[in-house]
């Protein structure tokens, strides 16, 4: 096989056959690569190759590493990272200083979507944003949280290993249920931290929008979008959503709307400049556009607002 190949997992027992383990005891979940498991023997190279992935997996960090990257600040990762991956994600092991691939953790739960199928689980793992987000936003787990994780995962594991009978699959999905529980109130957790240390997310984002507006780029570039807002402030949209929604309890597109009223009212106020020029001005490519908008947050179209 090529080194530059990409690989497409499938199934819980490719990922065992790839990390040189006999065949799993449950076909559709598994634990691998754990602290308490033998080391892993790999039977191709995973450094620095693109994977693509059809299960979910969740990987628990060892907390050895002395720093994490979290959007365009460093962290300190001694707690461990929780690092969540979706059926259709691709991701890239990195290799580190002297070549050794970081993909060494203190566990990784991997499971196939089927386990799930019909629960109000796979609905609920639909909805997680934590599974859309990047590398970078990983859950920073605090001890106790780290081990109340881990205590869940091992009993996953005891239970995947066990005879099957009637209720194995009612199980496991319960005990994946309360998995998900906690990782979302430790998500809250972080949350709440990170705003704290940033001083407010929102207070960045009306910084970020207000230099924007205020300067020649909506002309050229466009209206701000959340994708390009989370991007300036070190995010990725989904997790600039959620960090918003928990410190205001409006979504990143609300702020971005009440900031392109705000604007626009100013010049209305202030400039002799047409309802088209002030919608061009905005970055609106359509007039009518920016009045739909404009009357649905105001109660007024433009021009009637400018009087």
Do not use: N
């Not at 209206?223 to 949209?237: D, E, I, Q, R, W």
């Amino acid at each position: 096989m090529c080194m530059s190949e990409p690989i497409t997992i499938s199934s819980v027992a490719q990922v065992h056959a790839l990390m040189g383990q006999a065949a799993p005891s449950h076909p559709h979940i598994s634990v691998v690569g754990a602290a308490w498991h033998p080391p892993l023997r790999l039977t191709v190279p995973l450094a620095d190759r693109k994977i693509h992935s059809d299960l979910y997996a969740v990987s628990l960090k060892r907390g050895d590493e002395c720093w994490v990257a979290y959007g365009r600040q460093v962290h300190d990762a001694q707690a461990g990272t929780l690092l969540c991956l979706t059926p259709g994600q691709s991701f890239t092991p990195m290799a580190g200083e002297g070549g050794a691939a970081h993909t060494e953790s203190a566990w990784t739960l991997v499971f196939h979507p089927d386990l799930v199928a019909g629960s109000p689980l796979a609905a609920r793992l639909r909805d997680f944003g934590y599974f859309r987000y990047t590398a970078t936003e990983a859950l920073h787990l605090h001890e106790g949280e780290r081990q109340r994780l881990t205590d869940i995962v091992q009993a996953l594991e005891r239970e995947a290993s066990a005879a099957p009978d009637a209720h194995s699959k009612e199980v496991l999905v319960a005990h994946l249920e309360l998995f998900f529980s906690y990782c979302g109130r430790f998500y809250t957790r972080q949350f709440h931290s990170r705003t704290q240390v940033q001083g407010g997310v929102l207070a960045r984002l009306q910084r970020h929008l207000d230099e924007y507006l205020s300067s020649a780029r909506p002309r050229e570039e466009g209206l701000p979008t959340v994708a390009l807002c989370a991007k300036s402030l070190g995010y990725s949209p989904d997790y600039l959503s959620d960090l918003l929604r928990e410190e205001t309890g409006g979504s990143a597109r609300d702020h971005i709307h009440r900031a392109l009223i705000e604007a626009a009212k100013r010049r209305l106020a202030s400039t002799r400049a047409s309802v088209g020029e002030v919608a061009h001005s905005l970055g609106f490519e359509q007039p009518q556009h920016f009045s739909k908008l404009f009357k649905q947050k105001t109660g007024s179209s433009p021009g009637a607002w400018r009087g």
